[in-house]
T-cell receptor
Framework: DQQVKQNSPSLSVQEGRISILNCDYT??????FLWYKKYPAEGPTFLIS?????DKNEDGRFTVFLNKSAKHLSLHIVPSQPGDSAVYFC????????????FGTGTRLKVLA | GAVVSQHPSRVICKSGTSVKIECRSL??????MFWYRQFPKQSLMLMAT?????????EQGVEKDKFLINHASLTLSTLTVTSAHPEDSSFYIC?????????????FGPGTRLTVL
């Protein structure tokens, strides 16, 4: 039972354009969401997070949007850079679930120079 | 701040042997540490939650007798894979939650690649 899904396993974007990565969840108890960037054989690197009381959070080139009614969040990266090429995971947690993270299935982003 | 280390970074062992992986919080105290496993091209799956001084809580489907977790201090948790088999080959990642810090914030280690021959 995959509670957090990323339906696009891969995405290619031209350098300078916007990358949009999507994530869907099923558990309405989730109240905190995060995005991580990961390279093979390395730990995940935190990018940005959002609480369920907000619908948008922005940090530099990264913006996360949350649509609670649709149980959907997205990460926008603009402008995309070749160094952004990695696998991106969304994660969700709930105060009623001891705040443990449930990770999505991942999207491999390739930014083309 | 908030650095988490893992040792070793990679280990190769023979089938049937046990392997211990250490997770340390270097510049903070961690009352809670988490252990994840990632198979190639798959997601990070939470294996267990370990609280300092108490027994770990394992996720459904994770064998507690096979994956022994010890969290004896506020800066160290260990995961021991007992009687390892090739199917245990995976990338193991730990994370730590700061004592007194936000409950929804975890700091991740760099991971340990385990290969069982």
């Amino acid at each position: 039972d995959q509670q957090v899904k990323q339906n696009s396993p891969s995405l290619s974007v031209q350098e300078g354009r916007i990358s949009i990565l999507n994530c869907d969840y099923t558990n309405s108890m989730f109240d905190y969401f995060l995005w991580y960037k990961k390279y093979p054989a390395e730990g995940p690197t935190f990018l940005i997070s959002i609480s369920s009381i907000k619908d948008k959070n922005e940090d530099g080139r990264f913006t996360v949007f949350l649509n609670k009614s649709a149980k959907h969040l997205s990460l926008h990266i603009v402008p995309s850079q070749p160094g952004d090429s990695a696998v991106y995971f969304c994660a969700a947690s709930s105060h009623s679930g001891t705040y443990k993270y449930i990770f999505g299935t991942g999207t491999r982003l390739k930014v083309l120079a | 701040g908030a650095v988490v280390s893992q040792h070793p970074s990679r280990v190769i062992c023979k089938s049937g042997t046990s392997v211990k992986i250490e997770c340390r919080s270097l510049d903070f105290q961690a009352t809670t540490m988490f252990w994840y496993r990632q198979f190639p091209k798959q997601s990070l799956m939470l294996m267990a939650t370990s609280n300092e001084g108490s027994k770990a809580t394992y996720e459904q489907g994770v064998e507690k007798d096979k994956f022994l977790i010890n969290h004896a201090s506020l800066t160290l948790s260990t995961l021991t894979v007992t009687s390892a088999h090739p199917e245990d080959s995976s990338f193991y990642i730990c994370s730590a939650r700061k004592a007194g810090g936000p409950l929804n914030t975890q700091y991740f280690g760099p991971g340990t690649r385990l290969t069982v021959l």
